[in-house]
């Protein structure tokens, strides 16, 4: 009688564990992306908004990129828009792409 009350009392305890982690890896976090992009162009995830800065990373066309709202773009010292996607691979985890090689998907 004991050993069939702790299996169901450690069975309930890890269903429990489960959803409960589910529902926290499942839950968007404050700086999750809001604008989101599909790479058109492979294109150069840059530190800052310059085509002299570091390039950070190198997005294959159809990659999907993520930025902070709002839907952020700026001119850059070279003449171009850029805009600032997320990238942990960046100092601030903010980097920049050139516009014209990015097609915006979300929000509309």
């Known amino acids: 009688m004991a050993a069939k009350f702790i ?9 429990f564990s489960a ?3 589910g529902v926290m890896v499942g839950a968007p976090t404050a700086g999750a992306s ?19 800065s570091v390039v950070r990373k190198t997005k294959p066309v159809g990659s ?15 003449g171009r828009l850029w805009i600032e996607v997320d990238c942990t691979c ?5 980097g920049w792409i ?7 998907l979300t929000p509309v």
Do not use: F, M
């Open 34 to 52: 809001a604008c989101t992009y599909q790479v058109i162009e492979e294109a150069q995830v840059r530190e800052t908004p310059s085509i002299n």
């Open 90 to 94: 960046a100092t601030d985890h903010l």
């Open 7 to 15: 299996r169901i009392l450690v069975t309930t305890a890890l269903t």
């Open 19 to 21: 959803l409960t982690v």
């Open 98 to 104: 050139i516009a014209y090689k990015l097609y915006k």
């Open 64 to 78: 999907i990129v993520g930025g902070p709202l709002p839907c952020y773009g700026q001119w850059g010292t070279d």
